[in-house]
């Protein structure tokens, strides 16, 4: 199903009343509709066997997690239960955790077996198109989460997350960088709950990750103990960059050198003494932006090699 540019939409926007900056505590019941109405569009209709399985393993693994027996009302089927919770919860964590959830399973499960997912009443839709809608949906209520790569991650600028976040997960979903797309994917959820020393230990590791596997890659030798500033090094002495940016890339070098590995190792990295150290929130998205900078710089230097 298109997403209608409706003129009550048009309207909003010409009054200036569409939200240009995101949030992420409060989430609105229209948005929490739609999002109900498109993870049903994905998974199916709950009389078709299989995605009453699913549905059915879903709510149990919310369950476990929440260390809870029941969700929902007694008697109600389980996509009920699961709907009804994310329609009715207070606690905006818990409805990231459904949608990503149903998403992932609607990604995986669901696209490498669509003919089991056609219901006799209701065909289940597109996995990309119901992907894209629901991401449309947040964008459009204000709301800074984003499915990418089977989780969902939080958006803090938009033109950041643009320019700078996704080219970094679609250069990092090559196999090749799967150990670096694990930790930077790590890194957001750690950033999405609060965790932000465990944020930076994270941005270090798929930092180092990606120069590893650009290392191993073009059979480059390293110590298996190499951290940053030596990886660097083994990158810049192998030609990762063309020689005629060599002078510029001293600035890179100091920059790469002196940004993750240096703010995490001070922060993150080491342990705290008797004062407790708190990292602050904007730390950790600057250094979410940093590393995925760094990786686009190193990874698209690594594919325009000979």
């Given at each position: 199903m298109a997403i209608s540019d409706l003129y009550s939409k048009?309207?909003?926007?010409?009054?200036?009343?569409?939200?240009?900056?995101?949030?992420y505590d409060d989430i609105a019941h229209p948005l929490?509709?739609?999002l109900v109405q498109n993870l049903q569009d994905g998974i199916g209709s709950p009389e078709n066997d299989y995605s009453e399985q699913l549905y059915t393993e879903i709510y149990q693994m919310?369950?476990?997690?929440?260390?809870?027996?029941?969700?929902?009302?007694?008697?109600?089927?389980?996509?009920?239960?699961?709907?009804?919770?994310l329609l009715q919860t207070a606690d905006t964590e818990r409805v990231i955790d459904i949608v990503e959830l149903c998403l992932r399973a609607i990604d995986k499960r669901v696209r490498n077996n669509r003919d089991e997912y056609?219901?006799?009443?209701?065909?289940?839709?597109?996995?990309?198109?119901?992907?894209?809608e629901i991401n449309h949906r947040?964008?459009?209520?204000?709301?800074?989460?984003?499915?990418?790569?089977?989780?969902?991650?939080?958006?803090?600028?938009?033109?950041l997350h643009k320019e700078v976040v996704k080219p970094a997960l679609v250069l990092l979903s090559d196999e090749i960088f799967q150990g670096a797309n694990e930790e930077f994917l790590k890194g957001h959820e750690h950033y999405r709950h609060?965790?932000?020393?465990?944020?930076?230990?994270?941005?270090?590791?798929?930092?180092?990750?990606?120069?590893?596997?650009?290392?191993?890659?073009?059979?480059?030798?390293?110590n298996k103990g190499d951290t940053a500033k030596?990886?660097?090094?083994?990158?810049?002495?192998?030609?990762?960059?063309?020689?005629?940016?060599?002078?510029?890339?001293?600035?890179?070098?100091?920059?790469?050198?002196?940004?993750v590995p240096t703010v995490r190792n001070k922060l993150g990295g080491h342990g705290q003494g008797a004062s407790v150290i708190t990292v602050p929130e904007s730390l950790a998205s600057y250094m979410l932006h940093l590393t995925a900078?760094?990786?686009?710089?190193?990874a698209n230097a690594e594919k325009g090699l000979p």
């Open positions: 048009r309207q909003k926007h010409l009054r200036g009343d569409a939200p240009d900056v995101f949030t929490r509709v739609q919310l369950c476990r997690e929440y260390g809870v027996f029941s969700l929902g009302k007694r008697g109600e089927i389980n996509w009920s239960r699961i709907a009804n919770t056609r219901g006799i009443f209701r065909h289940t839709r597109d996995p990309d198109e119901v992907i894209h947040f964008r459009e209520h204000g709301v800074g989460y984003e499915y990418v790569s089977g989780e969902i991650i939080r958006v803090d600028s938009k033109l609060g965790r932000y020393k465990e944020c930076l230990n994270e941005c270090l590791k798929a930092f180092e990750s990606t120069m590893k596997a650009i290392c191993d890659g073009r059979g480059w030798q390293y030596a990886l660097i090094n083994v990158c810049l002495s192998n030609g990762l960059f063309p020689p005629f940016m060599q002078t510029q890339l001293s600035n890179v070098r100091t920059i790469l050198e002196s940004g900078a760094n990786i686009v710089l190193l």
